[in-house]
């Protein structure tokens, strides 16, 4: 783990991502470790009024289609309330689990977060493949391939012809 700024320690790609058991907007848990079990998991944290979550999310839904199931999970990771985050996966259309961090924001610290959308791709090993954070056209298109790769799917193509998409928007 490497020092942001600020003094926290931010995980990086190649380190062991910190494991958590967060609870869904219903009460129901939900364990990384868990989720490890069955394939790789994409983590997916997020603040509800930030503007680039809300442009980063229904690309993350494109990725939950193509990668997601059995083997591969996805996890948003909330920074608000069991109401606002229901209508945020509710107006973006987010069908893959989301679950609340606590008001001290602990699974976001200890993930080291500065900003959100930060999206973490962690490997059965527990280890982080890769990383996005904001939004990063390419970041998000690695994340894809190593899905397809992890799950034994054909790669998908994230972005559709035509669709005019920033290579990057800070979160």
Known sequence: MSKARNGVVTVQPWQKAPLFTL???????????????????VVAFFKISCPVCQFTFPFLERLYKAYGGPTATFLAVSQDDALDTREFCAE???????????????????????????????GTDGIVKATSIGFDKVNLEKIGAELAAATGR????????????PAQKPG
């Open 23 to 41: 609870r869904d907007a219903a009460g129901n848990p939900d364990s990384l470790a868990e989720e490890l079990k069955k394939g790789p998991v």
């Open 154 to 165: 054909p790669a998908s193509a994230l972005f559709r012809p035509g669709e005019v998409v």
């Open 92 to 122: 973006y259309r987010i069908t893959f689990s989301a679950l609340l961090d606590d008001e001290d924001y602990t699974v976001s610290n200890l993930y080291g977060l500065t900003n959100v959308p930060s999206v973490f791709l962690i």
